[in-house]
């Protein structure tokens, strides 16, 4: 799905992936490299560098993203047990989807993406 320019305030895709490579998605090496080129190719502008921290406890371990964009943020959490990704790209600035989504399978291999999109207005 490619986004228009039109009277929204933001534009917000959520990803569940299933079924990653494990050894990919406990890659901090593997989350920076995607975040770099994610931010990249949707053409945005990092505001600083990537916060990739390991946390959680059980079958919610794993690493949390955070990367400030000059239009809001992408966010991340990478579940390590289940081998799931849930992901978020919230941006005022119009970006392709489908890009976000061949940079998922690409670095994570995921088997399965579940995407939600909606458009905020002002």
């Known amino acids: 799905m490619s986004n228009k320019k039109n009277d929204y305030w933001g534009y917000h895709l959520m990803l569940d992936c299933a079924s990653c490579d494990l050894e990919n998605m406990t890659s901090i ?6 975040t770099k080129n994610l931010v990249k190719d949707i053409n945005m502008i990092a505001y600083g560098e990537p916060l990739i921290v390991y946390l959680g406890s059980n079958d919610k371990a ?11 943020n992408i966010c991340g959490h990478f579940c390590d047990e289940t081998r799931t990704i849930y992901l978020d790209v919230f941006s005022c600035k119009p970006y392709k ?6 940079l998922v399978k690409k670095y994570f291999k995921a088997k399965s993406i579940k995407s939600t999109y909606i458009t905020r207005q002002a």
Do not use: A, R
């Open 62 to 72: 794993g690493y949390s993203l955070v990367q400030l964009i000059e239009t809001s």
């Open 29 to 34: 090496k593997n989350i920076y490299d995607f």
């Open 97 to 102: 989807n489908d890009t976000v989504i061949d």
